[in-house]
Every structure is written in structure tokens, then in C-alpha cells.
């Protein structure tokens, strides 16, 4: 019971960092459009962002749903083994999960599939993103393992 | 004599509108990722390797020796030894031009040199154009080469990939398509001529990775381009024009995310034609010879990831339909070339690559 609960919480944490993603890519896709001189008005910007949940969801929540797996695992053992406080370490896996997969992934294809991390300001937004899967992760599983 | 490694082909095809016979032979095979080829008056031809070699074939057969003197190149990814086009003076001048690849993982760019060709080693060897700046990723080149008829050389530059929205702006060589002279000056009369911050060497832009450039027999310039998921675009280009990557597209990053959600904008560029899903386009080559009747003045485009030749019979500038050839190879075409001999010329894109000739069946 208490492993599909954290199961499901895990779920939950994809889920809210896939949707931060994949929002705050369009708004940077969306800046690239701006910038080159073409409005984008506001109904077309939130079909857009309805448009990449849709056409991510097979691709970047599988590419989170290993990142934050791999994290959060790490996460536990430094719990496990270090000591110190796990929301810590959590918010610290979080963070640093999509950016090192991002940048694997770069290292082994040469390109970052995922345009809006292209930059240094987009990846730190989405750092900030896995982050906030850290934080719902670390919040929801207190009780039952801290 | 021409070497005959593998059965041919006869076709019929099932379209009465478009019945032609043919038949396809293999040339050439054991090349590694040939790019492009040329045919030199002599008869032999030339053919790039991606992997860095140039080779030469005489009387159908691959001669063991590469072509010695290729300057150092970067080979990863997409990058490598890339076009090679004849100057129209070659029988008297020998001069050659070759673009590819140099630099490092962390920066890399396109290149084109002028060189001229004595017996199996290049020589006075001069770069006329690097791309400008340097890029980290192993992709989107272009690299393709073509001489306009008042001998000016036009290469196309890919966006690096990663570097997409560079295309849309003209102080870099991203995305764009350059048109220098053969020394490697600037032609007094480019469109960007003398406007601040703007590189004067750049021909058009908003292009994404072209991998098709040619000069038809009415000299009007057409260039096709690689889209990402959807996409892949035929443009007729004008000077100075936008063609829209990526502020508008057809299609939408691999991701799954667009790449824009818009498909046309005020002052750019529509393509004549554009490929949804992708197709792959990367050879390109107008059909001008005599074995082929029907094919005259049609446009051919070689499809990687489709592994076809389309077939585009125009008019009025304008796309009037198309024909998906040579599905029965099962290959994917890096090149489609109408050789001075009436055939066409397909340079399959492989480790074990080959050259076929496609001749009539009878």
C-alpha cells in the first residue's frame, strides 16, 4: 500500500513537472516568435500551449518520467546513506534531473531535443520546473518515509 | 565497362500518365555515405564520402586511390566531405569547388574551397568561405553547392540545428544562402549590399538545412530544404527574400512542440511546394537529357527518409504533380544526378553505398 502510494505521488510529480515543462517551453518558443517581429495574441498563445501539452505528452513526460525515476532514487539513497534533510535533497534532485538528462542526451545526439533548454535562462527554468516535481514529491511522501 | 553487381530492375510503373520503362543498374557500390558526384568531361566521375575521401570512377570502375590533398575535415554527425561542383571551365582550368565540414565538437562550421584538380591530387587549394560562427552541434550543414550563369557560387548554410532562430536574423551565416564569386569576394550587387550589421555575402535566409540547391535551364534558382517532423519545403528564390524558418512552418519540432504555430507571415516566403510528413529531401538535379523523353524539364528531388526520388513535372513555376520513383530500392538517396550521358545518376546513402545508373529498359 505504502509503495503504490508513493507510486502514485511519483506519478503526480511527472505529471505537474511535464505540464510546468511543457508550458514554460511554449511561453520560450513563443519569445523566439516575438522576437522576430510577429504577434502573437493571447488566444493564440494559449491554444499553443494547449497544442505542445498535447504533442509532448508522448516524448518529454517519458523523458521526465525517467529523470525525476532517477533522482529521486539517488535522492533516497543520499537520504538513506548521508543523512540530512530529504526535502533538501529532493528539491536538489529535482532540480538537477532534467538539466543532466537534457544535457546527456546533447552529449550522445549532439542536439537538444527539447528547444526551449537551448539557452542557459530556458534550461534554468526548466530546472525550476523539476524542481517543483521535487517539492510535490518530497511534500506528499513526508509523513510515510521521513 | 560498366560492372554489373546487381540484377536489374524493370519497372512498369502503374500510372498509365506517367508509363516509363526503366531499368536500374549498380555502377559503383563499397562507397562509404557518398554526398555528391560530378561528371567530368573525360567521362570519369567524382563522388564525395561523407567520411572524407574524395573518389574518382573511371570506365564504371572505383579507382582504389583516393583524390590526395583534402584539407583536414570535421567528421561527425551530418558533417564530413560534402558537394563538389565543376567550374564551367573545368576542361581547361581544372578547377573544382568542394564544401565540408571543419572544426572541433565544440566548434565546427561549413567551408568551401576552390581547388584545382591535376591527375589524383587536388592543388592550389584556397578557401573562399567558413560560415560564420562556429557551432556545437554535428548537424544541419547545407553545404550544397551551384554556379549561377553569371558565374557566381551559391552554398547553402544549415542553422546548426540548435541555432534556428539565428536564421531569421543577418548578422551570421545560420540558415542562409550565400552567393560569393569564385575568388571568394562579394558581388557587388547582393541584395544586403552595404546595410549595417548585415553580412553583404548573404543571397536570402529564414532557410532551415538546405540540402538541395539548383540552377534550372531558365535560371531560376530553387533549393529545397530538410523541414523538422513535416515540413521539408521546394523554394524558388529571389534575392533578398525571407523563407520563414522558423517563424513559420509546416511543421513541428521532434519533440512533438511546434516549432511556430504559424504557417505564413507578412513579408515571408511561401514554398511552391512543401512535403508533410517529411520526406528528406536531399539531392536535386533538372532533367535535361535524351533518354527520357517524358522526364524533360522535370525536377527530381532524392528522398532520404522516404527513400524515393520524387519527380516534380512543373508549370508556370508552379508544382503540377509529382511522381514517387524508386521505392523498389528501398534505399535512401543522398543524390539524384542527370548525367551528360542522358541517364540518372542515385548515390545511395549507407555505409556500403552505392551509385545506380537509371537508364531506359529497352
Known sequence: MKKAKTGLVYILSVICTFLLASIVGTQIVLADILSFGIDVPLSERVSATFHDIVGLAPTLSILIAAALLVAFVVAALCIRFLGGKRMYWYLAAGFTSLPATLMLIKSLMGVTLFAAARTGFGMLLIALCGLAGGWVFARLTQKRIG | MIKMLKVCLLVFLASSAYATEYKIETLVDGLSYPWAMAFLPDGDMLVTERSGQLRRISDGKLQAEPIANIPALYVAGQGGLLDIILDPGFETNHRVFISFSIGTKSANATRVISARLEGNKLEDISTIFTASPGKDTPHHFGARLALMPDQTLLITVGEGFDYREQAQFLDNHFGKLIRINKDGSVPSDN????????????????????????????????????????????????????????AITHGVDYSGAYVSPYVEAEGMEQPVTYWVPSIAPAGFCEYTGNQFPDWQGNLFVAALAEKSVHRLVMENGKVKSQQTLFTELEQRIREVRAGPDGFLYLLTDSDEGKILRVSPAN
Not at chain 2, 541584395?191 to 553583404?200: S, T, W, Y
Not at chain 2, 534550372?216 to 521546394?234: F, K, N, Q, Y
Request: hydrophobic share 35%.
Open chain 2, 191 to 246: 541584395p544586403f549590399i552595404g546595410l549595417e550589421g548585415v553580412l553583404p555575402e548573404i543571397w536570402s535566409y529564414g532557410h532551415r538545412n538546405a540540402q538541395g540547391l539548383l540552377i534550372s535551364a531558365d535560371g531560376t534558382v530553387w533549393l529545397h530544404e530538410h523541414g523538422p517532423r513535416g515540413g521539408d519545403e521546394l523554394n524558388r528564390i529571389l534575392p533578398g527574400k525571407n523563407y520563414g524558418w522558423p
